[in-house]
């Protein structure tokens, strides 16, 4: 038989490893902008078309490419950054595999223009799907310009595959902030679709971070420094009361290369302990610098993640120096490695007044009355205890327009929305009294009794569905009623952030949110919906604006939709939360008043029920 085994032709080779170097086109915008840091350069411009797709380009002033260089620069394996196996322990530079533009060249169309600072003439090249179209002598300025056209044009799977333009962008975003930040004394710029996105000076590390993420910034930030034999740190982190819902500022530079590592993560967060109120995570930029021999950058194609040598000293270097931080800037107690954590006062706990225990007596408890056929003794008596407090948890439903005082009345009135299947699962009126009951378990589920058996509800996805279904009917009827603030709020937020949130200003209205003013990196709101504490607002809205960045899927994008799960998702009450038996009660109620009361807006199963029938099979 003749053999079969051959080599792939280079374009085929390239067009392989062009998928495991570019996913997207921000894997395009990390490896240009990386190219131009390491060929020394001071000023560099990114400018994208249709989030990427349509073109990226990377223009800088560095060293530039001879004529040779510059052909070959296109080769797979072709390097100027390493030459032999042990340089690979000594990098300095971002680049070393020699695939980038080869792969890059293999699936987009690319041009390149490069001069050398001493030559009068550059070099200008075009290179389809690895086909060199045309090389030609320019005139063009020192520096390298690369620009990237339809890329995936001979993949039309991948092209397919990529998301809307709004997730490609933020991507792209992401990387460009990595870069800039891991290298503040170099001059960046963005535009997109034609308009200034971003124009970051060289400047101090603050100075950059406040640049990108905008003024108000500037007092979040609590130095960290920390010089030791094996480990340099040097940045920022945030103030705990900054903290974010979502983990977006959280960026780790090792030897100027943004890494991820959540051993490393953890180390900070372990340094807020006790600081942060719960479900936020803090915000931190902090630049380690090690001896290069001591990592390997090899170990992921996309370099993102990295191995250190002795990641425990690591960890425990970077945690004392944030908590030191913290404690030198007033923003912690400097806390003792021994101390027990039992000891420390949760941050959110700080400000609150300590108030008396409540003890709680039914007055209307007789042990010696019949508790099902009386109606004065039990029923009225305890429910004219109930009302004592039910106006504490009331406000949590306000806006969710609950009939009458008496919950009595509320139980019975309830409308079980022509679904006579749900409807029919409750008892009769005159079994209500008996079966008034509701039990929590463990925080988080609802048990209650049905006429067939008993029924048992996830607390927070159920409350998720009545919120959902307020806010859609809200923001359709378009008359939500509003809570004037007795101050305005002032929400500071990126640029992006606040481009996000003009998109959906006019629904966001519609839930019952009053803006005053949109400048460039602030809203004022002057009025909340009903149901939305004030102190909720700016986590609300971060949780949009992460939400509708990276959750949109694209064509179907219904900004109400989106919005209204979000809010519910942010306000449900969560699992861990103890309800009283009044909440309880209501949250059944109007659980099954909703339009689809057996799913959560996410789709998921909300409550299940167990007959009496299969009850007595467990029992056999
Ligand atoms: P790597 O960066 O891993 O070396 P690349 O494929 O990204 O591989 O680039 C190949 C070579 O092309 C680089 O080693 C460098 O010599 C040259 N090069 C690429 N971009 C630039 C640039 N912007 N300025 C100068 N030289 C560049
Ligand atoms: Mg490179």
């Not at 390239?14 to 570019?22: D, R």
């Not at 009126?429 to 067939?452: C, F, G, P, R």
């Amino acid at each position: 038989m003749a053999d079969i085994i051959q080599l792939l032709p280079d374009h085929v080779a390239n067009q392989i490893a062009a998928g495991e170097v570019v996913q997207r086109p921000a894997s395009v915008v990390k490896e240009l902008l990386e190219n131009a840091i390491d060929a020394g350069a001071s000023n560099i411009k990114l400018i994208i078309k249709d989030a990427g797709k349509t073109l990226i380009q990377v223009i800088d002033d560095g060293k530039g490419m001879s004529v040779t260089d510059a052909r070959l620069s296109f080769e797979r394996h072709a390097t100027s950054k390493i030459k032999t196996a042990d340089d690979l322990f000594q990098l300095d530079t971002k680049g070393f595999r020699g695939e980038a533009l080869a792969s890059i060249a293999a699936i987009a169309h690319v041009e390149l223009k490069t001069k050398q600072e001493q030559v009068d003439l550059g070099t200008a090249i075009i290179i389809e799907g690895s086909e060199v179209n045309s090389q030609d002598v320019v005139v063009t300025p020192k520096g390298t310009s690369v620009s990237v056209k339809n890329l995936f044009f001979n993949i039309p799977a991948r092209r397919n595959f990529l998301k809307s333009n709004a997730v490609e962008l933020r991507h792209v975003i992401d990387e460009f902030h990595r870069v800039a930040l891991a290298h503040c004394t170099i001059s960046f710029a963005m535009y997109n679709n034609g308009s200034e996105t971003f124009n970051l000076p060289a400047s101090n590390y603050r100075q950059r971070i406040v640049n990108i993420f905008g003024n108000k910034t500037n007092e979040k930030l609590v130095p960290v420094e920390e010089d030791t034999e094996v480990l340099k740190i040097s940045g920022f982190v945030g103030k705990p009361e900054y903290a974010k819902k979502t983990r977006g500022e959280q960026y780790f530079f090792v030897n100027n290369r943004f890494i991820k590592s959540a051993y490393l993560n953890h180390a900070i967060a372990s340094a807020f302990d006790g600081l942060l109120k719960s479900g936020t995570h803090a915000s931190y930029f902090l630049n380690l610098t090690v001896d290069p021999q001591t990592i390997d950058i090899n170990i992921h194609p996309t370099k993102t993640e990295i191995k250190f040598d002795d990641e425990h000293t690591l960890y425990a270097l970077l945690r004392s120096a944030v908590k030191h931080s913290l404690g030198q800037f007033n923003i912690a107690p400097v806390l003792d490695f021994e101390r027990d954590s039992n000891l420390d006062t949760p941050y959110d706990l700080n400000k609150k007044q300590t108030l008396e225990p409540v003890i709680e007596v039914d007055r209307g408890f007789n042990p010696f009355k019949d508790s099902t056929k009386s109606s004065e003794g039990t029923s009225v008596k305890s429910s004219s205890f109930k009302k004592e407090t039910s106006a504490n948890w009331e406000s949590l439903y306000v806006g969710l327009e609950s009939k009458g005082n008496n919950e009595r009345e509320d139980f019975s009135e309830v409308q079980f929305e022509s679904q006579e299947s749900t409807a029919s699962m409750f008892v009769d009126d005159a079994e209500v009294e008996q079966v008034h009951t509701t039990y929590q378990l463990h925080n988080k589920y609802i048990v209650s009794t049905i006429k067939s058996g008993m029924l048992v509800i996830d607390q927070n996805r159920a409350h998720q569905r009545i919120l959902y279904e307020d806010f859609l009917k809200n923001m359709t009827i378009k008359e939500a009623v509003s809570q004037q603030l007795l101050f305005p709020l002032q929400l500071h937020f990126s640029v992006q952030e606040i481009q996000i949130l003009g998109q959906l200003k006019e629904d966001l209205e519609h839930t019952g949110f009053v803006f005053s003013n949109v400048l460039v990196e602030s809203v004022e709101i002057t009025g909340v919906p009903i149901s939305v504490p004030e102190s909720e607002v700016s986590i609300i809205l971060e949780q949009l604006i992460s939400d509708v960045e990276n959750e949109v899927p694209d064509a179907h994008f219904s900004a109400t939709d989106l919005l209204a799960k979000s809010m519910a998702k942010s306000l449900a009450i969560k699992t861990g939360q103890n309800l009283k038996k009044d909440e309880q009660e209501h949250l059944v109620n109007k659980l099954f008043a909703c339009k689809e009361p057996n799913v959560s807006p996410t789709n998921k199963t909300t409550f299940v029920t167990m007959s009496v029938d299969e009850l007595d099979k467990k029992f056999i």
